[in-house]
């Protein structure tokens, strides 16, 4: 099948959950890492990029941080954004992490979730770094609670622990892949009112 020709949208990703790209829950705390740093900035050398949607890090909850370490983490990677938003003309999107769910995913973490999302909001509003915010912890939680569209970790994966007739709770199998395919709807969005903004 054959598209009309139209703008395109290419997506670059650079992992922020750890300095190696096979590690994790290092969260904000990777910021601090030279290495890392100098990836990023290779990151803008074919050009600026239309927007930079920067994820919160709060996968790191699942470590030995205490909130005021990542409260410092969220300090110290503020400075590294304001530094970079001088140099790169272009909107920093903020995106908060999805609730967990799962089995490896007690209740009281999503508490404590919801709580240091809070607190980095704050933050983050007093930095004067980030143009719009993607609000994907209120977002996801309501289709994660149950643990029924989970593998147990992640979110929008088939692999599911428990089979479930999805069609009994009103849902088909595209439930599955619902907080991903929403949260490139959401970007999408965000993009296209950010170039219309430009044009006027």
Wanted: hydrophobic fraction near 40%; charge should be positive; glycine fraction near 6%.
């Amino acid at each position: 099948k054959r598209y009309a020709e139209g703008p395109s949208v290419r997506v670059s990703m650079v992992w922020n959950g750890h300095w190696d790209t096979m590690g994790k829950y290092l969260g904000l705390a990777t910021y601090r890492n030279t290495s890392y740093l100098k990836r990023i900035s290779q990151a803008f050398e074919g050009g600026r990029p239309d927007m930079l949607v920067i994820h919160s890090g709060m996968h790191d909850l699942r470590s030995s941080f205490t909130d005021q370490e990542i409260l410092a983490n969220l300090d110290h990677a503020l400075t590294v954004w304001q530094n970079m938003s001088r140099s790169v003309a272009t909107p920093f999107v903020w995106r908060t992490a999805a609730a967990w769910a799962g089995d490896l995913r007690p209740p009281q973490l999503n508490t404590r979730l919801a709580r240091m999302t809070s607190r980095q909001l704050q933050a983050i509003s007093k930095a004067d770094v980030f143009s719009s915010v993607l609000p994907f912890f209120d977002l996801s939680w309501p289709w994660h609670w149950d643990y029924s569209c989970s593998d147990g970790m992640h979110y929008g994966l088939t692999g599911m622990r428990k089979e479930l007739n999805m069609k009994k709770f009103g849902h088909s199998e595209e439930y599955r892949t619902f907080v991903d395919r929403m949260l490139g709807v959401m970007i999408l969005n965000l993009m296209c009112s950010d170039q219309r903004q430009e044009q006027r």
